[in-house]
């Protein structure tokens, strides 16, 4: 027999990760033909210019000789259509530079580094195909235990994964480009930078993308899962920064190991149990807001086979909510109501769902949570967010909720006062300039939390706190842009900043 079917199966699968090998090329290739029709265009916008010089002299010659007129006229007539030329160029030029600024930059460190991760899942796996399709040839290796390892490779789930995770990385990356996630991502790739400093000398280059589901198994690639396209979902994505940070902490790297035994689901559990520690620590009550509100179901409350379960992790985060509560200080920290309310709700839930199963190892995960806490805390540059602007971050994001949506944000005083004086629609907000990423998203969720408990609040509510701290932050950057540029000049910084605060 010739085992047709099994040959074209291992080929078909030899091809598929050959060209998924070449992804990291791929998405660099995008942005090079970008830029080299931008540099077309202006080669083509040279040579018109120095047409329309020509005809013009033509033109000037022409005018003496005989027949002028006619001569004239069809210069005229070629001039006209090198203007139009030109203006067509121009906006051919414009809509380029339109989807150049869409186009999601892939930084050369992190190509490289999905290059890498993309060669360690399938250089060994091609390796292995290649030498089964050509032992397919021999009869003498080709027996029943051999065929059965070769079907095994063939419909493998491991090779199964890798297809997926390409085809939903080039999509989100598309939709990204498009501009459908209305920017999220962006914002998360913010957030995740500023969070991922905190690791110190391990910095953290991410790429996030839209996505129907949850996190992607590629290296430095994380999934804003819908519908969370929005200021309600981006505290998820510091989840994924604390399964990087158990990974590359040397310090939880040896905790994990030594708790572990060389148990892979023990090891397991301990990751995300961290991760989730990790994320509340950096990003405060907000990731509470987003797992406990947003993701968590209270029904499955006893413990999964190979996975902690929804409740096992509510209660890592709320003990860490609890710890950080203490560690801050009540005079300079968030609202501790809302912890308390978080607990309430939670428990309520839980309460309404009669699950079935109960919280076990509780006192390992504790332990497991008591030592994440005392690590970050001890760190020098405050990984423990203790929002200590979150009041008057929550204040400003409630006045703009309440504003008309054209108002424009100022935040330069002088600026401010000149366009009022003209009628104009625009609205002054105080900026620190210590204003984090984090304020504003923690804000926006205490904003939301305090309108679902006023009577006839709606879900339009929910959408215009989304816009307007979306659109504070959108603010503070253009202010620490300004500073910045001020800054490297030499200039005054910050000319609107209340007292520093650097301890978060």
């Not at 953290?204 to 979902?233: C, K, Q, Y």
């Not at 990790?278 to 987003?290: D, I, K, Q, V």
């Not at 600026?415 to 998203?441: G, P, S």
């Not at 929910?462 to 490297?488: F, P, R, Y």
Request: hydrophobic residues 40%.
């Amino acid at each position: 027999m010739s085992n047709l079917v099994l040959k074209v199966r291992l080929e078909s699968l030899i091809t598929n990760l050959e060209q998924v090998n070449q992804l990291a090329e791929s998405i660099n290739t995008r942005e090079v033909e970008t830029k080299n029709l931008r540099s077309r265009l202006e080669d083509a916008a040279k040579i018109v210019r120095s047409l329309k010089i020509r005809a013009d002299v033509a033109k000037a010659y022409g005018s003496d000789q005989e027949e002028a007129a006619r001569f004239e006229d069809t210069m005229n007539d070629a001039i006209e259509r090198i203007v139009a030329l030109t203006k067509e160029i121009e906006e051919a030029k414009t809509l380029l530079d339109s989807m150049k600024n869409r186009l999601v930059p892939v930084e050369e460190r992190l190509r490289i580094t999905l290059q890498n991760d993309l060669e360690g899942k399938t250089d060994q796996s091609l390796k292995d195909l290649r030498s089964t399709r050509d032992q397919l040839n021999q009869a003498a290796t080709a027996n029943g235990e051999f065929l059965d390892n070769a079907w095994k490779q063939a419909v493998g789930e491991q090779n199964q994964s890798i297809f997926t995770d390409y085809v939903d990385f080039l999509g989100g990356l598309a939709l990204r480009d498009k501009g459908w996630d209305n920017s999220i991502c962006q914002i998360a790739d913010e957030l995740i930078s500023s969070c991922g400093n905190l690791l110190q000398s391990k910095m953290w280059d991410a790429l996030t993308i839209p996505s129907s589901h949850g996190a992607v198994t590629l290296a430095r690639i994380i999934r804003m899962g819908f519908p969370e396209w929005n200021i309600w979902g981006l505290p998820l994505a510091s989840h994924e920064l604390g399964m990087v940070a158990v990974t590359v902490d040397d310090s939880l790297v040896t905790f994990i190991t030594g708790q572990s035994n060389k148990d892979e689901q023990i090891k397991r559990q301990l990751e995300v149990c961290l991760a989730d520690a990790f994320a509340t620590c950096t990003m405060g009550p907000a990731y509470a807001c987003a797992t406990l509100l947003l993701r968590f179901n209270p029904r499955l409350s006893g413990r999964r086979v190979k996975a902690l379960s929804d409740a096992q992790r509510a209660h890592i985060i709320l003990r860490v909510l609890e710890k950080m509560s203490v560690h801050c200080g009540v005079s300079a920290t968030f609202d501790s109501a809302i912890i308390e309310q978080l607990k309430n709700e939670w428990n309520l839930a839980l309460q309404q769902v009669n699950p079935t199963g109960k919280l076990d190892a509780q006192s390992s995960l504790d332990d497991w949570v008591d030592f994440l806490f005392n690590h970050l805390s001890s760190n020098p540059l405050e990984a423990v967010y203790c929002g200590r602007v979150w009041q008057s971050t929550k204040d400003i994001i409630k006045r703009i909720a309440d504003s008309d949506p054209e108002t424009q944000l100022i935040w330069n005083k002088a600026k401010h006062d000149e366009l009022k004086a003209k009628n104009q629609n625009v609205q002054y907000v105080e900026l620190e300039y210590t204003f984090e990423l984090r304020d504003v998203i923690n804000a926006a969720w205490a904003c939301r939390i305090d309108g679902l408990s006023t009577p006839g609040y709606t879900i339009q509510n929910s959408e215009k706190i989304n816009q307007a701290a979306l659109k504070l932050w959108q603010t503070i950057k253009d202010k620490k842009k300004v500073d910045q540029g001020n800054a490297s000049a030499g200039g005054p910084t910050n000319l609107n900043a209340g007292p520093s605060r650097t301890k978060k």
